[in-house]
Nanobody
């Protein structure tokens, strides 16, 4: 059983940056693919970044590509999401999730373990 704890959310102005962290415990971190999702009020949860067992295997949707970067530090059992040039419409609760898949997964159904989420608010 993997436990995930996100941190780093907060209030930022449009075009600003934030770095989210997700600390994992209770499993062999290096054998989990990791993903970041977000959910705004009244909207479905959507993927914003994913990474496989290899830090070089990543996925980004078009909406964030070039602005968001996912990375992992297996020595610290932590995955990060660097978010740059944030937009007000990206205000949401951001969730970290883990999957046993070796490769990046994009569907929330593919992830068995979830953190509690961290609020990101982007002001205009």
């Amino acid at each position: 059983q993997v436990q995930l704890v996100e941190s780093g959310g907060g209030l930022v102005q449009a075009e600003g940056s934030l770095r989210l962290s997700c600390a994992a415990s209770g499993g062999t971190f290096s054998t989990y693919g990791m993903g970041w999702f977000r959910q705004a009020p009244g909207k479905e949860r959507e993927i914003v970044a994913a990474v496989g067992w290899s830090a070089g295997a990543t996925y980004y949707p078009v909406s964030v590509k070039g602005r968001f970067t996912i990375s992992r530090d297996n020595a610290k059992n932590t995955v990060y999401l660097q978010m740059n040039s944030l937009k007000p419409e990206e205000t949401a609760v951001y969730y970290c999730a883990a999957t046993r898949s070796k490769y990046p997964r994009v569907r929330s159904d593919d992830y068995a373990y979830w953190g509690q989420g961290t609020q990101v608010t982007v002001s205009s």
